[in-house]
């Protein structure tokens, strides 16, 4: 069955420091992967999409690889702010699903 | 501002009753989509609908409706509310984009309590 792993629970790092979340996922065709923002509670909120052809995109201080060798994406903030904490969600989907199916959610906690 | 609301927010209701969640977005957009959110779960799909009169079942459906009768709301009803499905629903719009989901849009939740 398809599956979508964000394989840390929660995350603590110090601020200024990178911190790095991981989303691996099995049985998807290759296919792009959005990265979501989460705030206790709120709705996700859209941060980054990168599709199967791409290897590496940013936006600020955000950088996300896609290893579709591998079948996994890693999710970067640099110089990372107690504002970074939040729980960030990786979804996923391939052509002609449209719909996305989302991980579980790493939760965030930048230390000051 | 174009934006996607849900109400109510918050919700106690008994086994047994029918509950609707409604969701209201003004962005124009054609696909609509319901999931619930539940702890060691994630987000699951409930029911999704790509346009006015279309609606499909996610991965979680039973117990649920839909229905679509204008590009802005998609009301999600209960029809016999369980203790299952205490929860908190989030509706979310994306723009239609041919074979792909497209970046989606939440609005801010519905926490429903099942007693």
């Known amino acids: 069955s398809q599956k979508i792993e964000q394989n840390s629970e929660a995350l603590n790092i110090q601020e200024g420091k990178t911190a790095t979340l991981t989303c691996n996922y099995t049985?998807?065709?290759?296919?792009?992967l959005q990265w979501y923002r989460q705030d206790p509670g709120r709705g996700p909120v859209f941060l980054l999409l990168?599709?199967?052809?791409?290897k590496e995109k940013r936006k600020e201080r955000l950088k996300v690889t896609f290893d579709t060798t591998l079948k996994q994406s890693l999710f970067h903030i640099t110089a990372s702010q107690p504002a970074d904490s939040a729980t960030y969600l990786c979804?996923?989907?391939?052509?002609?699903?449209?719909?996305?199916?989302f991980g579980t959610g790493t939760r965030l906690t930048i230390i000051p | 501002d174009a934006e996607i609301t849900q109400s109510p927010r918050h919700k106690i209701t008994e086994t047994g009753r029918q509950v609707t969640l409604a969701c209201h977005q003004t962005?124009?957009?054609?696909?609509m989509f319901w999931y619930r959110q539940d702890l060691g779960h994630g987000l699951r799909l409930i029911h999704y609908?790509?346009?006015?009169?279309?609606?499909n079942k996610g991965e979680v459906s039973d117990g649920y409706s839909v229905s679509r009768s204008n590009t802005e709301d998609l009301p999600l009803t209960l029809e016999s509310a369980a203790s299952s499905q205490t929860s908190v629903y989030f509706c979310?719009?994306?723009?239609?984009?041919?074979?792909?989901?497209?970046?989606?849009?939440f609005g801010e939740g519905s926490r429903l309590t099942v007693l």
């Open positions: 979804a996923l989907d391939h052509f002609g699903n449209e719909k996305l199916t």
């Open positions: 990168i599709r199967e052809n791409e």
């Open positions: 049985n998807y065709s290759p296919a792009y």
């Open positions: 979310a719009s994306s723009e239609l984009s041919s074979g792909w989901a497209g970046e989606l849009f």
């Open positions: 609908s790509y346009g006015v009169h279309d609606t």
């Open positions: 962005w124009n957009h054609n696909n």
